[in-house]
């Protein structure tokens, strides 16, 4: 689905707290009763909590559900967005809310805005969505998973990311600055680059190469593999050089002469729900899958191929163990993402093939930017499967300590290479 912010400043705070008692409801029932809306809201009088529920139906932030054995509603995706947005608005992290630039399998990208005017990225989780193309298959594994909740599922996708880009920052790694966290959604930094998929001619392709190699090896020193490292997931940020040591100006035209010498491109890596320890069971799979994706798409995008075998997980697991870096795996882990949520996230991402940017679509580039909208069909069979697995595996309460956690998460500074 696609954020739609129009309703919310129509929207009362008597509205909010009926939806948040929505919210609250299901995390122990897949349609919450009318009374207990009423009695989670802590509104006095039932005809204002009907007025609500009825302005909240309208606007889609909650759903009547078919068939349904009792008079009750379930929470959608579009109002745990405005439960999103509304607390981030609360917090004075986001002002006005601007056009959708991006959408993948599995989150949308839209422009935000703080109350000073400067522009930030709101990243949105929903790895729900990638389940609808595959719905016969996943139907009876997420209806018979109490961790089945795509939108339980999406908020620890955000919490993840955030503390790995939290981490990584202020560990010298070239990531966008995390601002805030929110259920499934992040606010950080709008970085001016273009996506690597984009970049049609790169004047030294050698020296971006070798670069991109450099960041999986130093993620591998600090215990972390990207696992969906690929020109999906690179953005590339063109940086001025009066020294004129660049690699010179990239270029979305192949056919563009434009050499500039005083242009140094910098990578940044963005998208981190992959991401897992150097000591995971599948670590040497997803580290080959890193480096044989940059090297499959320097070769097909810009004919460039290394003379220089690797590098090779067993060559980057022994200069982890003489020459490591700090183990954010152990400091993000501690600071709030636990290895239970890993877990119940990685199984759930596998099993209903949200496997990021590192599966088919990588072989068409221009899969996903075509395809940027589902069709009203899609949309109404989105409504009724979110319908039937809507129910959180573990405690909110314990999500929620976590979610407060990572906002004081506070990382040792970065060791000497």
């Known amino acids: 689905m696609k954020l739609d912010a129009k309703a ?7 509205d909010f707290r009926v939806l948040q008692g929505v919210e609250a409801g299901s995390r122990n029932h897949e349609v919450v009763p009318t009374p207990l809306i009423s009695q989670l809201s802590g509104l006095r009088g039932g005809s204002g909590v009907h007025r609500s529920i009825s302005n909240l139906a309208k606007t889609n932030l909650i759903a009547k559900v078919k068939n349904a054995k009792y008079d009750g509603y379930r929470l959608t995706y579009g109002g745990l967005d405005y439960l999103a947005l509304n607390a981030h608005q609360k917090q004075k992290v986001v002002y006005s809310v601007g056009n959708q630039i991006g959408v993948g399998k599995e989150s949308d990208i839209v422009v935000v805005a703080h109350s000073s005017g400067s522009q930030r990225i709101l990243k949105i989780h929903r790895l729900g969505r990638i389940s609808f193309r595959t719905v016969k298959t996943n139907r009876d594994y997420l209806r018979h998973r109490n961790t089945g909740s795509w939108m339980y599922m999406s908020r620890l996708a955000a919490m993840k990311e955030f503390a790995f880009m939290k981490a990584l920052r202020e560990n010298g790694f070239n990531v966008p600055e995390p601002i805030a966290q929110n259920r499934h959604t992040i606010v950080m930094e709008l970085i001016d680059a273009f996506p690597l998929r984009q970049i049609s001619k790169v ?21 972390l593999i990207h696992g969906d490292f690929n020109e999906f997931n690179i953005l590339i940020k063109e940086i001025v050089d009066p020294t004129g040591k660049g690699k010179g100006k990239a270029s979305a035209d192949a056919d563009a002469e434009d050499s500039d010498e005083n242009v140094r491109l910098e990578p940044v890596i963005i998208d981190f729900p992959q991401m897992v320890s150097i000591d995971h069971v599948n670590a040497e799979m997803y580290f080959d899958r890193d480096v044989n994706c940059i090297k499959r798409y320097f070769q097909r995008k810009f004919h460039f191929v290394s003379d220089v075998p690797g590098p090779f997980f067993a060559d980057a697991k022994k200069n982890f163990l003489k020459n490591p870096g700090k183990r954010l795996d152990v400091e993000v882990e501690a600071s709030g993402f636990s290895r239970k949520m ?76």
């Open 203 to 223: 004047p030294h392709p050698e020296a971006l190469y070798s670069e991109l190699m450099d960041i999986i090896l130093e993620l591998a020193r600090f215990g």
């Open 342 to 417: 890993a877990r119940e996230l990685e199984t759930y991402m596998k099993e209903v093939g949200a496997d990021g940017d590192a599966g088919a679509a990588r072989d068409d580039l221009d899969e996903d930017e075509d395809d940027e909208e589902e069709s009203s069909e899609e949309e109404e069979e989105e409504e009724e499967e979110e319908e039937e697995d809507e129910q959180p595996g573990q405690s909110s309460t314990e999500v929620d300590e976590s979610s407060e956690r990572l906002e004081k998460l506070q990382v040792s500074e970065s060791s000497a290479p």
């Open 8 to 14: 919310l400043r129509y929207l009362t705070s008597e």
